[in-house]
């Protein structure tokens, strides 16, 4: 099986970052790193790739992404904890993808992130919530949805427990639809 060149996307600490390598390194997902872009150079994530031996950039433009991605000879993308606008051009349309901490459509879009999206799950009063694995292509999380993992909404759950039990579900999902994509 041949390993796909992938792409990663970072803001922040770099949690769903780690949790593809430690399943590119059990042999689940047939990728190696490419780059990690980080749309700020004081995140975590860029510790992270510094750490897992992965080359590194911070990129503030959608064209400084862009070229990050094709100077290392990207083929896929994965948003891990992405918070920056950018539309995936060619040649990385229908080849992006993001995992987004709702059961979209419900709870995306500008500013839903973190725990944003657990706070509104819960003002709304939804029996469940969870995470959805889709591709990225034009407004935020907007793309095609390729898989959804269900997460029930507890009585006396705060965005900090609900966001514990999502984040469980998006460690288990995101690998797992990647593979399959890459594959």
């Known amino acids: 099986m041949s390993q796909k060149r992938l792409g ?15 399943a590119i390194r059990a042999g689940q997902v047939p990728a190696v790193i490419a780059v990690v872009v980080s749309s700020r150079a004081d995140a975590f994530g860029l ?23 094709v100077e290392h ?10 918070l920056r ?14 995992v987004h901490p709702s059961l979209l459509p419900r709870h995306g879009g ?9 706070a509104a799950v819960l003002a709304s009063g939804d029996p469940e919530s969870g995470c959805t694995v889709h591709q990225v292509a034009g407004a935020y999380d907007s793309g095609a949805i390729l898989a959804q993992s269900r997460v029930p909404v ?3 759950d705060t965005a900090e427990t609900l966001q514990q039990r999502v984040q469980a579900a998006e460690r288990e999902l995101y690998p797992r639809v990647l593979a399959d994509l890459l594959r």
Do not use: K, Q
């Not at 000879?73 to 992405?82: D, H, N, R, T, Y």
């Not at 500008?110 to 657990?118: A, D, F, K, S, W």
């Open 85 to 98: 606008f950018w539309d995936p051009p060619a040649p990385f349309a229908g080849r992006t993808i993001n």
């Open 110 to 118: 500008r500013g839903m992130y973190g725990t944003h999206v657990h």
């Open 47 to 69: 510790v992270r790739a510094e750490r897992f031996g992965h080359p590194r950039v911070v990129a503030a433009t959608a064209t400084a992404v862009t070229a990050a991605l």
């Open 154 to 156: 507890l009585a006396g």
């Open 8 to 22: 990663i996307l970072v803001s922040g600490s770099g949690s769903t970052y780690a949790n593809l390598v430690e």
């Open 73 to 82: 000879g990207a083929e896929w993308v994965a948003m891990c904890g992405w």
